[in-house]
């Protein structure tokens, strides 16, 4: 309605300037008062869409919602990272403070310890978690027989669907100085050690277990990808005579690259971010050093010693960060080849 | 036009049921600041032993009992088990207050003080004066409890859990296999060097095992001293010919430190001892797969004489006293609680819409027929009155569904727990059905631990911010560097380093503190 409000006036201006006959601004005024018209088609398609597909949109209803309720209104509270939060002021009661929340992380004996844990996990979990499920995928479709490929295929994402908390449980276990691990390491003539009291051990026990438990889940999307290549594909691939290992590099592997690096980019915007629950439940204080990672450090500060602006300066601090390696990610990859999120 | 109509009234039949589900919502937050019913909402902890026979504490006979009683219909809300402390801090910061919430408020960030001007519990002094009789008769006869339970200030801030003997004060201290000892001919160790021989000699006879374990090793030297008293130093802050000091700054804590070093060097202390939690703790202590712990009285030492008896295994264990360096000497250091702690401890919170019911209900368990409600349950099921002294029946010790003491107690009463009244020496009597628990206590409780113990000092707002800080950092250093000098990670030539470091995060300030909190305390 007010963008024809908005035209009327506009023609009405245009008449009057064509009257008093200056038109030194007349190409702007054009220009604008195209875009004017541009935009009002654009909002009267939107409007028409509406009207057709009004079921449709409401069904993405919930969705939006979700997003506004869960994700964008809690951003508000983010404001307690530059105050001195008490519950008993609220949140907007509460002193405005600056920055003070994030010197004192910067300057604090744990924020070395705590960025240099978060992003070695981080880089591990790139290089080692990402690329499992892919060459997974991979040898898995070379498989021939179906019922081999089925049962495989089973077996590995089963660990996906227990609890966190159980295989936490298990994965203490098999490290424990009595069991299986060291009953192998023994076998070969090591000795016996409690595994997790070892702090060059945590991130590895971390990372693999973590490929472990999700390598087939994640290999599902690349599966799906693969299943989506042309098999005239291979069948010119063949006929020039390329073997199984030139199939895969040539037709398989540019298949699924789309489908790699949008996942990469997605990956990047989590970069920094390491879940604190397995973290949590598999630390003691021994490895602090090598397991303290920036979420774990929220999670004990803000809700473990009730210093709820500190930890929500740390968690900001961390979203800040992922914000920029996801749109330093996007940028890259568009310049190197074209593919990107936005 | 039928089709429009009939959209329509899908439409309407939909939006009434969603604003019927919100209004059904605010429904029940009102109800449970509703007076009508004489309804309360209190918010606190339930025990595990108590979760394996209900989900709410308002199930429970003592509670019906109660209602009975007081004519005050209770709603509990239940934290998740472990969870406690998580969740109250996320009780606290939405603002959602129930009527009564039951915690540790001299833990609270900023202490009972802070919490009060935070707006989060009131000042009871006006409702102890004039509607809680018989908490308000109890402090005036006992005036140092009436010290205990307020502030600097003098302000009252909750209905308190207290200890009624010195005999419940301390329950927790060493344990070790008697029938290993006899084994060896050992006697019972009281000195480092006695305690080297023994599990020395544990090691010799059974390779296998760990002589000596843990489950949070920090944790139980901080609440015992165990080991480390015997170098005439406690942990963490306690008080030293008048003066507040800090363990790990005192020379003997180098000296436990160094000898821990030196006994898991030698295989005696358990490689896995700084992860085990309790359910590895116990059943490396059923399997006999280690000989000595650091143990609770009931929840340890009596569950595992109890689990030996029912299984009729060969598994004997007996309290030692805390260990010295010279034999005769009497232990410095050990487990000591004091009669109030500001653990279960009920406050009433701003949101509470009838104080004074609220009031009324908490006081209940400081009267007399309260304080047998709640230490021994219900007169002629859990309990029988035997010429004044209240006896459990078999429903508590023998129970015949095959509930141990303590589950079946915490059925039925509150002693093994805790809540707004005053404990019983006579519940621990019959609790300890070991001869050996008797003994351990007995043992366990010889110490000079009283002489050291801090006061439940409170402190100003500044001062618990400035603490709270200095020792987050501290506390979680500290836990650290202990695990990683015993383990050999971190060499202990680098103690001196440690200490330097605790001076950098300002270790002065924290003690300088805590001594100005006792000083006001003892003034008060």
Known sequence: ?342 | MKGKIRRRIITIVCITLISALFVSCNNERNGSNGDPNKELSVWCTLYADIALMYFNYAEMPLYKELEKKTGIKIKFQHPAAGQQSEQFNLLVASGDLPDIIANDWLGYPGGPERAMTDKVIIPLNDLIENHAPNLKKFISENKEYDKMIKTDSGNYYVFPFIRGDEFLYTYRGIIIRKDWLDEEGLDIPSTISEWHNALTAFKKARPDISPLTFSSFAGAVAATSAFLGAFGTGDGFYIQDGKVVYGALEPGYEKFVRLMRTWYEEGLIDKDFATNDSNALNSKMLSSRAGSTIAQAGSGLGRYLDYAKQENISLDFVGCPYPVLTKGQKPEFGHRMSSYEGIGSYAITVKCADKELAAKWCDYGYGAEGHMLYNFGIEGVSYNLEDGYPRYTDLILKNPEGLSVSQALNGYARSLSNGPFVQDKRYFEQYMAHEQQKEAINRWSNTNAAAHALPPVTYTEEESLKFSKIMNDINTFKDEMLIKFVIGMEPISNYSNFVKQLHIFNIEEAISVVQGAVDRYDKR
């Open chain 1, 1 to 342: 309605m007010w963008c024809k409000v908005l035209l009327i006036d506009m023609i009405k201006d245009k008449r009057s300037q064509n009257r008093s006959k200056v038109n030194q601004n007349s190409d702007t005024y054009e220009k604008a008062f195209e875009a004017a018209i541009k935009f009002s088609r654009v909002v009267q398609n939107i409007k028409a869409d509406f009207k057709k597909n009004k079921l449709i949109y409401s069904m993405a209803l919930p969705v939006l919602c979700y997003y506004i309720i869960f994700h964008y209104a809690p951003l508000y509270g983010a404001i307690i990272a530059f105050k001195e939060y008490t519950p008993g002021r609220g949140i907007w009661d509460s002193p405005w403070v600056g920055f003070r929340q994030f010197t004192a992380f910067f300057n604090s004996y744990y924020f070395a310890r705590v960025m240099k844990n978060t992003f070695l996990i981080s880089v591990y979990e790139l290089c080692f978690g990402f690329p499992a499920p892919i060459i997974f995928a991979l040898m898995l479709n070379e498989v021939k027989n179906k019922y081999f490929k089925g049962t495989v295929q089973t077996i590995v994402y089963l660990p996906h669907f227990i609890s966190l908390v159980v295989v936490c449980g298990l994965i203490k276990a098999f490290t424990d100085s009595n069991g299986i691990i060291n009953d192998i390491i023994v076998l070969f003539g090591g000795t016996e050690s409690s595994l997790l009291l070892n702090p060059a051990l945590f991130k590895p026990i971390y990372v693999l277990s973590g490929v472990w438990q999700e390598i087939g889940w994640g290999a599902i999307i690349y599966l799906a990808a693969l299943s989506a290549i042309d098999p005239q594909l291979y069948e010119a691939a063949k006929l020039d005579g390329a073997g199984r290992f030139k199939q895969v590099v040539h037709v398989t592997i540019p298949g699924i690259a789309p489908t790699v690096v949008i996942l990469l980019i997605m990956r990047m915007g989590r970069m920094l971010n390491v879940g604190f629950e397995k973290i949590i439940l598999l630390y003691n204080p021994a490895i602090y050093e090598t397991s303290e990672v920036i979420s774990s450090y929220v999670y004990k500060v803000g809700l473990q010693q009730f210093n709820w602006s500190f930890s929500t300066a740390v968690g900001l601090f961390n979203s800040v960060i992922n914000f920029m390696l996801l749109i330093l990610s996007n940028k890259i990859s568009r310049l190197l080849n074209d593919v990107s999120l936005w």
